[in-house]
């Protein structure tokens, strides 16, 4: 995601940064330091995240400088990477003070549709492997209002996965799996807190920026080949799915870099 940001002419140093959903560990705020973030304000629904595990992965971080020289070479200078590992090392079990004190703000629970900051407040938007959880209508009002926190010159980078995540464990199924279910079926399966994938398609994704004021300036789509063969054995597609191409239903990664768009290019 860094390298890609960099790509369009954004630098992570002196950002404000912004997270929907934090999840078990803070990695992504952690890096996003590293790399010269002044502040990441990271938002979840539920308290979750896990101080022992937390405090182990800072450890790792500490003791890995070469390999993170080496991962973000080009990205940051080296001098930089060294200052922030050597808070980190100095802090590392503790890691509700580290947090404090390279600027992540842990807020949770929160809700990222409806923040008290005011317009225009953060640089940067971003989540990993998050928004493929989110109901379709709460999605389009945390992108509503991640487009109002965003400066004119802002980037909202998303990293999406819309697999069925059950294959993730599951290695006798696909990862489009989940698509032969009606909607009905599928919220019998998967329609907790802890299964809930929303199975949107890459299509129905971007689209969703779009309707949110965003202009889309990259999207990775990353198909499962494994997958396409098996709709070419005949997999059953329920049909609220057989309107997309088999690319489309197969696009288990997705990444999507947008900016927010002008209110005169605003759709009406």
Do not use: K
Request: aromatic share 8%; hydrophobic share 40%.
């Amino acid at each position: 995601m860094v390298r890609r940001l960099r790509d369009m002419g954004f630098g992570g140093e002196g950002r404000r940064c912004l997270e929907i959903g934090t999840g078990h560990l803070p990695v992504a705020p952690v890096a996003f330091y590293l790399v010269g973030a002044r502040e990441t304000v990271t938002v979840d629904l539920h308290r979750r995240l896990n101080p022992e595990l937390t405090a182990e992965m800072l450890h790792r971080m500490a003791a890995a400088e070469d390999q993170l020289l080496e991962l973000y070479d080009g990205v940051v200078a080296p001098e930089l990477l060294r200052e922030r590992l050597a808070v980190i090392r100095g802090l590392a079990g503790r890691p509700y003070e580290l947090l404090e004190r390279i600027g992540v703000r842990y807020v949770a629970p929160g809700d990222a549709a409806r923040m008290p900051d005011p317009d225009g407040s953060f640089d940067l938007s971003f989540s990993v492997t998050v928004l493929e959880h989110v109901t379709p209508g709460a999605l389009r009002q945390i992108l509503a209002e991640a487009r109002r926190l965003l400066t004119a010159d802002g980037v909202a980078a998303h990293l999406i996965d819309p697999s069925d995540h059950f294959a993730h464990q599951d290695q006798r199924i696909t990862r489009i799996n989940f698509l032969r279910f009606s909607e009905r079926e599928w919220r019998r399966v998967g329609g907790n807190e802890f299964s809930y994938c929303n199975r949107l398609r890459a299509p129905e994704l971007e689209r969703l920026f779009d309707e949110a004021g965003f202009g889309i300036e990259r999207s990775e789509r990353t198909v499962d080949e494994r997958s396409r063969a098996a709709l070419a054995r005949g997999f059953p597609v329920h049909p609220d799915f057989r309107r997309f191409e088999p690319a489309e239903l197969c696009t288990t990664e997705l990444e999507i870099y947008a900016r927010p768009r002008t209110s005169a290019s605003l759709p009406t």
